[in-house]
């Protein structure tokens, strides 16, 4: 089970004289980045709600706004000047720079945030407690969607990982004729540099050998075949958040990989190694949406 970090979330209900709205989205992030936006009257509660919003979401560039409009019957309200002063001047000067008249600043004013607002705006607990059961409603449903989107990148990495296990075993199939080409190499420049028949067989035979251990890749192809197990056994574990994990799990694929390319020394291992990178790179950037 795979979750995508991408997702959003909505929940929306009247409750008495309010009408409140929750919206949570999310995109990929390395860690926990919220933006959140809410009414003044919810700032007592603000801290609450950002770690409500942390502990379910884990990970990832996150945006919240929630919502409260007053229905039905006419409040007193109070009007913040001095915030409204201190929107005051950078609108002059914008309308100074467009060349727009400027009459109608004072209406502009008071539609800015948190200029106008009721003198009663106080929150019941019961106000309270729905807000909350909205924020759980809108994290559940944007959870949901990250489940959608993670079975869709869980296939595909699992192409990757197959594709990479499948190049991995057409390299094995090059490995005995390259052992007959270097020996055929060497034996070849022996004869053009000392001559034929002047060379010590049995010393070719042990530099032979020498040269083969040292580009021999056993090590390599059953760690990188450990990791692929390893890869998949993460990608079924219930743990949410794995996306790092799984990251360093590719990076220890890819040393696997620049290690055979290393060693290959034959152009048709060397195709593959190429084909194994090319798969890497494209789960590498999957991953960068993994929760």
């Given at each position: 089970?795979?979750?995508?970090?991408t997702?959003?979330g909505?929940?929306e209900?009247?409750?008495?004289?309010?009408?409140i709205?929750v919206?949570?989205?999310?995109?990929?992030?390395?860690?926990f980045?919220l933006r959140?936006?809410?009414?003044?009257m919810l700032?007592?509660f603000?801290?609450?709600?950002?770690n409500k919003?942390n502990?379910?979401?884990?990970?990832g560039s996150?945006e919240?706004?929630i919502t409260?409009?007053s229905?039905?019957?006419?409040k007193p309200?109070t009007?913040?000047?001095e915030?409204?002063k201190?929107?005051y001047?950078?609108?002059?000067?914008?309308?100074?720079?467009?060349g727009?008249?400027?009459e109608?600043i004072l209406s502009?004013?008071l539609k800015?945030p948190d200029v106008?607002?009721?003198s009663?705006e106080?929150?019941?607990?019961?106000?309270?407690k729905?807000?909350?059961?909205?924020l759980?409603?809108?994290?559940?449903?944007l959870?949901?969607?990250r489940?959608?989107?993670?079975?869709?990148?869980?296939k595909?990495l699992?192409e990757r990982v197959?594709?990479?296990?499948?190049?991995q075993?057409?390299i094995e199939?090059?490995?005995?004729?390259r052992r007959?080409?270097?020996?055929?190499?060497?034996v070849?420049?022996?004869?053009?540099?000392?001559?034929p028949d002047?060379y010590?067989?049995?010393?070719l035979e042990?530099e032979?050998i020498?040269y083969?251990?040292?580009?021999?890749?056993s090590?390599?192809k059953v760690r990188?075949?450990?990791?692929?197990t390893?890869?998949?056994?993460?990608l079924?574990e219930?743990?949410?958040s794995?996306?790092?994990?799984?990251?360093f799990i590719?990076?220890e694929?890819g040393?696997?990989?620049n290690?055979?390319?290393s060693?290959a020394n034959d152009?048709?291992?060397?195709?593959s190694?190429?084909?194994?990178k090319d798969?890497?790179?494209?789960a590498?950037?999957?991953?960068?949406?993994?929760l």
């Open positions: 089970m795979l979750y995508s970090m997702g959003y909505r929940a209900a009247t409750f008495k004289d309010k009408t709205l919206e949570v989205k999310s995109l990929n992030g390395k860690q980045d959140l936006n809410i009414p003044f700032k007592p603000e801290v609450e709600i950002r919003l502990e379910s979401l884990l990970r996150v919240s706004t409260i409009k229905n039905g019957i006419s309200v009007v913040n000047k915030l409204a201190s929107y001047q950078p609108i002059v000067e914008l309308a100074d720079e467009l727009i008249p400027k109608n502009t004013l800015m106008v607002s009721s009663s106080v929150l019941t607990e019961e106000e309270w729905q807000i909350q059961d909205l759980q409603e809108a994290i559940k449903a959870m949901q969607h489940l959608e989107e993670g079975k869709s990148v869980e595909d699992l197959a594709a990479i296990e499948m190049h075993a057409d199939k090059f490995e005995p004729n007959v080409k270097i020996k055929e190499g060497l070849k420049l022996l004869e053009q540099h000392v001559g002047k010590d067989n049995n010393r042990q032979l020498y083969i251990e040292k580009i021999d890749i090590e390599e990188l075949n450990n990791h692929c390893y890869f998949k056994t993460v079924e219930a743990e949410a794995k996306g790092k994990k799984l990251s590719l990076q694929m040393r696997e990989i290690t055979t390319g060693k152009m048709e291992m060397q195709k190694v190429i084909l194994m798969e890497l790179e494209k590498k950037e999957q991953i960068l949406n993994v």
